[in-house]
T-cell receptor, first 112, second 110 residues
Framework: DAGVIQSPRHEVTEMGQEVTLRCKPI?????LFWYRQTMMRGLELLIY????????DSGMPEDRFSAKMPNASFSTLKIQPSEPRDSAVYFC??????????FGEGSWLTVV | KQEVTQIPAALSVPEGENLVLNCSFT??????LQWFRQDPGKGLTSLLL?????REQTSGRLNASLDKSSGRSTLYIAASQPGDSATYLC?????????FGTGTSLTVIP
């Protein structure tokens, strides 16, 4: 398997623009996670899905953030409108039950 | 809510030294504990997974231990090498949720 695939790897956007991050989990995994990592706050869980259903979105910072998982092989994290403080690395990860969690390479977002 | 702490935040050692990284968690009701490695600009790579019923796991020069009752885990790295330089994170699983520590940044000096 190719692992968890994220796109884009890097994005630079202007404040106020919409940002869409994409993730393809490992085939057969039933849980998908979106994390945000910054130097100040470390790795924060934003939202996770189980069997395509959002289970816990309490980590989503504001209404500007939304996530969807229309099917078992695809998820998006959208920020609209984006702000400079959203600059971070956004990781998607997937797992099967309580087994090992696998991370993608991350999407490096810079909002100027 | 589960809280995971890693001490120290940073560690610098000369090559060849054995070292221990620490991880503590507040709720002992866990399914498993994992240790990850993160290189700059990269994602997290799983190193070792310890199930809640296990006491330790070994992989090469790495040995991870788990003491659920005291809420602690250690990652022992033997004969450290410059290539071991990275950030090491631990994470505990409580079913479908994973809780991460803030990591220990390790530098192995040649």
């Amino acid at each position: 398997d190719a692992g968890v695939i994220q796109s884009p790897r890097h994005e630079v956007t202007e404040m106020g623009q919409e940002v869409t991050l994409r993730c393809k989990p490992i085939s057969g995994h039933n849980s998908l996670f979106w994390y945000r990592q910054t130097m100040m706050r470390g790795l924060e869980l934003l939202i996770y899905f189980n069997n395509n259903v959002p289970i816990d979105d309490s980590g989503m910072p504001e209404d500007r953030f939304s996530a969807k998982m229309p099917n078992a092989s695809f998820s998006t994290l959208k920020i609209q409108p984006s702000e400079p403080r959203d600059s971070a690395v956004y990781f998607c990860a997937s797992s099967l039950g309580e087994n090992t969690i696998y991370f993608g390479e991350g999407s490096w977002l810079t909002v100027v | 809510k589960q809280e995971v702490t890693q001490i120290p935040a940073a560690l610098s050692v000369p090559e060849g030294e054995n070292l221990v990284l620490n991880c503590s968690f507040t709720d002992s009701a866990i399914y498993n504990l994992q240790w990850f490695r993160q290189d700059p600009g990269k994602g997290l790579t799983s190193l070792l997974l310890i199930q809640s019923s296990q006491r330790e796991q070994t992989s090469g020069r790495l040995n991870a231990s788990l003491d659920k009752s005291s809420g602690r885990s250690t990652l022992y790295i033997a004969a450290s090498q410059p290539g071991d330089s990275a950030t090491y994170l631990c994470a505990v699983s409580t079913g479908n949720q994973f809780y991460f520590g803030t990591g220990t940044s390790l530098t192995v000096i040649p």
